[in-house]
């Protein structure tokens, strides 16, 4: 286990108070509240009681009323509409959900993606041609066009109008668009800047729906229940690692619950194949088994794949779709584990404990695997990583960085050795000449260095509350910890501090892992510590750890997981 520092976060007691005292929480899980930056009263109990009417208006996104009156007009006049989405798991979903949503309404939309490899990321001029020869007059971009200038003109000049949904940082000058609807704009009123692609054209259809109803045009027909289309809201928005605060907790919240016992074809499929059958669905569940299926499509082959799963109500083709995406996740896998197993062998050679920074090119190495294998590197060595890919005389490469160093900023620093880069502070993709890579690694070492101010960092690991076993196992605090989840980036699972206790019954599982009992004050918790097998320390003062919930003929268990040891 790697060392990690510890930081506590410290109680503040009368916010604390008036949790405890206005909403009758325990005084622990009003703490754990109040950590995470709900404080006030009403916040706090809308937190734990969420409702589908809490979300945002979407009008108060600009341009929203703009498209939606272009919107109308095609819907009038059965224009075909074309829409252009990402190729990962957000622009999969969110091209779904619009097409589906579009679908209802009597249209029939074209769905175009970029491929990776051949195209790259965002909205490309070169695909302005196909879709106006399959006669679409309005283009609605998902998840990219933000800085899509080129595309955007080449449209207007084909005589075709674009609507860009997107979440992404907005440059300094906007695309000459029919209409820009991202929440972070400057000029935005809208409460939920980090929505995801699929959360902004969630909006999108929130908004359609609504103007549509003002308008009467569902006097004589079904109105479209926009609570079965979460369960694609969901996926794409947890997929994407969006802070699961605001709106996106409302998503992932009902999400989560829509993906559990979702009927969708395709989704049924997919869970099938991940070993998820008529299994609840939670942020792990889809991070780890259901996301990494849906993005092998655009990593290893075409996003199409996926997206047409997403639609399909044919179970044969689910199935097949389904069986297609487990063997392409499968093959990412494979070549993952090979970079990955080349890489350490690199570093073995090369690698000085006194090294900010890690850069290493191979070939063979799929640009739709390196940034996964980079951000695994990150993670173990716990230094910005860049892997590259070489293609002839050219390198091409993903970039993931730790919460101390803004790897956007040090890039900038050196553009002089670089053909082109772009991303933002934690994730980041670059091209270079090869005759250029020696100079860039160094220049990336000192920028890196200069942004540490020369000093290696230990990574932190943020905890709770110092607890005892009689704060976890008390019946009000568990009642309302059920009601804090989902979890995830921006609103962490809570991790306890632990210390005063005896280990009791201490036993290896399966060879790697260490379990036992935690006892304090007469009560026994259940605790275990993945893969440490037999190197696990003969006194322990503290352990930090998290808790685990399962059920098993109708009971609830709990244990602790353990994160770290002192």
Avoid at 71 to 84: D, F, K, N, S, V
Avoid at 133 to 145: E, P, S, Y
Avoid at 327 to 340: T, V, Y
């Amino acid at each position: 286990m790697r060392k990690l520092k510890w930081q506590v976060a410290a109680p503040d007691r009368e916010a604390i108070r008036l949790l405890t005292k206005e909403l009758g929480l325990s005084p622990l899980l009003a703490h754990l509240l109040v950590v995470r930056g709900l404080r006030e009263p009403q916040k706090a109990y809308s937190h734990l009681n969420p409702s589908l009417r809490d979300f945002p208006d979407p009008f108060l996104l600009p341009d929203m009323a703009k498209a939606i009156n272009r919107l109308i007009q095609a819907i009038g006049q059965r224009e075909t509409i074309a829409i252009y989405g990402d190729y990962d798991v957000d622009g999969t979903t969110g091209a779904a959900v619009l097409y589906l949503f579009l679908k209802e309404l009597g249209l029939s939309p074209l769905v175009f993606f970029p491929h990776r490899e051949r195209d790259g990321y965002g909205f490309h001029a070169s695909f302005i041609p196909q879709i106006k020869a399959h006669g679409a007059r309005l283009v609605i971009t998902v998840d990219c066009g933000i800085t899509s200038h080129e595309a955007c003109k080449a449209a207007k000049e084909a005589g075709l109008e674009v609507i860009v949904t997107d979440h992404h940082e907005v440059p300094p000058r906007l695309p000459s668009a029919l209409a820009v609807i991202n929440p972070k704009r400057p000029d935005s009123l809208y409460p939920s800047r980090e929505i995801a692609g699929v959360g902004v054209a969630f909006a999108l259809i929130r908004a359609l729906r609504q103007e549509l109803y003002r308008k009467g045009f569902f006097h004589n027909r079904e109105i479209p229940n926009l609570k079965r289309y979460l369960d694609l809201v969901a996926l794409g928005t947890i997929a994407d690692i969006v802070p699961l605060t605001g709106e996106n907790r409302l998503i992932s919240y009902f999400g989560l619950q829509e993906l559990s016992t979702t009927k969708r074809t395709g989704l049924v499929a997919l869970k099938k194949a991940a070993g998820l059958e008529n299994q609840a669905v939670g942020v792990t569940e889809v991070v780890y088994r259901l996301a990494p299926r849906i993005n092998a499509a655009g990593r290893l082959k075409e996003a199409l794949l996926a997206f047409q799963l997403l639609i399909t109500q044919d179970e044969e083709e689910a199935k097949t779709l389904a069986e297609e995406l487990n063997r392409l996740n499968a093959e990412r896998q494979r070549l993952e584990d090979r970079i990955l197993r080349e890489a350490l062998e690199e570093i073995q050679k090369r690698f000085q404990e006194s090294q900010f920074s890690i850069v290493l090119a191979g070939e063979n190495w799929p640009l739709g695997v390196i940034g996964i294998v980079a951000s695994r590197l990150q993670e173990l060595y716990y230094r910005p990583v860049i892997l590259l890919s070489l293609e002839g005389e050219e390198a091409r490469g993903s970039g993931r960085s730790i919460p101390e160093v803004d790897l956007f900023h040090c890039l900038s620093q050196c553009q002089e050795h670089l053909l082109r880069f772009g991303g933002h502070p934690g994730a980041a993709g670059l091209k270079l000449s090869l005759d250029k890579l020696d100079d860039f690694i160094q220049a990336f070492e000192e920028a890196v260095s200069r942004s540490l101010s020369g000093e290696l960092v230990t990574p932190t690991l943020f905890l709770d509350a110092w607890v005892k076993v009689s704060d976890l196992l008390e019946p009000n605090f568990l009642e309302g910890y059920s009601r804090l989840g989902p979890f995830g980036p921006g609103y962490p699972e809570p991790i306890f501090a632990l210390k005063g206790f005896e280990i009791r019954q201490p036993r290896i599982v399966k060879e790697k892992h260490f379990k036992f009992f935690l006892w304090q004050g007469g009560l026994g918790l259940p605790a275990i510590s993945f893969g440490f097998g037999n190197s696990m320390p003969k006194k322990i003062d503290a352990l930090a750890g998290s808790l685990d919930f399962s059920e098993f003929q109708g009971r609830r268990y709990i244990q602790l997981l353990i994160r770290d040891l002192k």
